[in-house]
DNA sequence: TCAACACATGAATAGTTGCTCATATGTTTA
DNA sequence: TAAACATATGAGCAACTATTCATGTGTTGA
């Protein structure tokens, strides 16, 4: 059933980038932080109350999300304020609900 | 910056759902299967070729796939085709690749 | 300037994951 | 029925991950 005509959505580094990212929205705590980003930015305090997880942990997963760029951080004073870098994981998100509806 | 009144997006359970989906979706393996079940159907053996690794390897991600009902087996006398459950997951790949795209 | 505050970071660790190896199950053909 | 074939499965293991703990860095106000 080898057909070498049929064409291949992804190469092998575009395979790979997919699985990276996938793999960064493949955790409870980091989809939580992201849900609650959508359309507003909260600092790391807030998020460490929604969240009930200690500051260190939501830092970590921070520094995770943002060296992803999902997403960006922007200092005020003391406090460092979250938001998603850019709208298409929230579009992901949506997608995604909507496959998980269906189910 | 807490705000009560914000409309969350996704419960608990949801982001949990969520979470489990997309950790299957995070690995280069499986991604790798997904892509080349896209539009069409292969047994176990061509995507061992396909994958260029061993047949147990490919064996166990497709247990793991098809216990997340993304893909769906029928066989057929010694041999087993696998494709995805439904056209959702190839969605969700064209918009990520979309994302990706543009970084 | 010093204490309090908000966040970041490195090390350590328990839990998880993806592969390999060996073997089992089910099917066809000689 | 026995051998060959296609796939499935359990155990074992090395590699990775998410959290905690302790501590570091930078900022503000007394």
């Known amino acids: 059933m080898l057909d070498e005509r049929h064409p291949e959505m992804v190469s092998d580094e575009q395979a790979q980038n997919l699985a990276e990212l ?3 929205l493949g955790d409870p ?7 609650l980003l959508i359309g507003r930015e909260l600092c790391v305090n ?4 929604y969240l009930q997880m200690g500051q260190s942990a939501v830092s970590h997963q921070l520094r995770y999300l943002r060296n992803m760029r999902i997403v960006k ?3 005020e004073g003391k406090t460092v304020f979250y938001s998603l870098d850019d709208d298409h994981i929230e579009q992901i998100f949506r997608q995604t609900l909507k496959h998980l509806e269906h189910h």
Request: proline share 0%; net charge positive; charged share 40%.
């Open 22 to 24: 996938f793999k960064a």
């Open 29 to 35: 705590t980091r989809v939580r932080i992201i849900s």
């Open 46 to 49: 807030d998020l460490t109350v």
């Open 73 to 75: 951080r922007r200092k």
